[in-house]
């Protein structure tokens, strides 16, 4: 994975330049944030001006697109694992959100219900369920229930021809041997995961999506994080030969899991991540007790020298969950100066994480069996 082949050797973590480089991605530079502000009026999310989000394929040309009134959707998904979601997985469809919200266009969420019964020991029903529960979650965020579809493959690939064409088209246009290469698929592997990418790729295509496109081809944006961008590789490989605009991609990096920045938050490791339905209690532990600290042995130490923000994972998370620029360069420079003691940072972050996830309950209570249908009708969203 990710981890083993760039870094997460040192407390530092992955070295995402240098994923820059091996995946053929672009930077993020000022200039395009700049241009993104003069063409929607918005000012950059603190996951672009930060970095989090940093890495992109053809984003200029999704302004280009804004700038000229043409349409384009977005489209992001998510493998239904644990019954919740943790702080890691909310980092894409926060942005997601604020990206629909300032390019007012429509959004398809895939819920690859069929690829967790693929890889994890779960059974068909187990693993639809579980892509139900999580819907609700993703309501959550707040998108636009008009301009929002949402859906399980194992519900809208039966019954959806177009979807299942195109599928059946990008199949036929990546031979084993290139699905090896990108995938790392091997002779043990079963042949369900091996066209599995196929399936990621086809709401790449408005196309698999009449009830909202009808028949046009119309660009996608793709938020998600690093990890996801082989598919997307092999789908931008795929569209010219079927007549079809390659989808454009926003990469995030990691959130750290609470160990330390060698490895990304997991559902399954327990204690490395903050789940959406934790309680205060729980989170004030977790951090507490687990968050890896860049702070020094002692309190005369830590006044002396102060702590090291680029190890910290307090810190880490408040890069991307505290919105306020200013407050997020007096913490930094206080905890570098030691005036703030890793306690009184970890104080800080319990509150902030406290008051969202409180946020996100309040959100997730209110979501109805009926809203879950809303956004999952075929209703024409635009």
Avoid at 11 to 28: A, M, R
Avoid at 64 to 72: A, D, R, S, V
Avoid at 367 to 372: E, I, K, L, S
């Amino acid at each position: 994975g990710i981890n083993a082949e760039y870094g997460g050797k040192d407390e530092k973590g992955i070295d995402y330049d240098k994923l820059i480089q091996k995946f053929g991605s672009q930077k993020l530079t000022p200039e395009i944030l700049e241009r993104f502000t003069k063409i929607t009026g918005h000012e950059p999310h603190h996951f672009l001006r930060r970095g989090i989000v940093f890495s992109h394929r053809d984003f200029d040309h999704i302004l280009t697109l804004k700038e000229q009134g043409k349409p384009f959707y977005l489209y992001t998904g998510r493998g239904p694992s644990s019954g919740s979601l943790h702080m890691g997985h909310c980092v894409p469809f926060m942005f997601t959100k604020w990206l629909q919200e300032v390019f007012d266009v429509p959004l398809v969420v895939q819920m690859t219900d069929d690829e967790k019964f693929l890889w994890k020991d779960l059974s068909l029903e187990e693993a639809h369920k579980l892509a139900y529960q999580n819907i609700k979650d993703i309501i959550a965020f707040g998108f636009d229930p008009e301009k929002t579809f949402i859906f399980c493959d194992l519900d809208y690939i039966p019954s959806c021809k177009e979807f299942y064409w195109n599928m059946i088209r990008i199949q036929k246009c990546v031979n084993f041997n290139q699905a090896q290469k990108i995938f790392g698929f091997d002779e043990t592997s079963y042949i369900g995961k091996v066209s599995f990418p196929a399936i990621q790729a086809a709401p790449s295509f408005s196309t698999s999506f009449p009830h909202m496109f009808g028949s046009r081809k119309i660009p996608c944006l793709i938020p998600c994080a690093i990890d996801q961008d082989p598919y997307f590789r092999m789908t931008r490989d795929v569209a010219p030969r079927l007549n079809l605009p390659k989808p454009c991609l926003l990469h995030s990096t990691f959130l750290p899991a609470l160990q330390g920045a060698q490895t990304k938050m997991s559902s399954s490791t327990v204690n490395s991540a903050v789940e959406v339905c934790d309680t205060a209690n729980q989170i004030k532990k977790k951090i507490n007790k687990y968050a890896f600290s860049g702070g020094k042995t002692s309190v005369e130490e830590h006044r002396e020298f102060g702590g090291d923000t680029s190890v910290d994972v307090s810190y880490k998370y408040l890069e991307y969950f505290e919105e306020d620029d200013a407050k997020l360069a007096k913490i930094k420079e206080d905890y570098e100066s030691g005036a703030l003691l890793t306690g009184e940072l970890k104080k800080i972050l319990i509150e902030k994480l406290q008051g969202l996830v409180k946020g996100f309950q309040e959100r997730r209570a209110l979501v109805t069996d009926d809203a879950v249908q809303q956004f999952m009708s075929r209703n024409p969203k635009s």
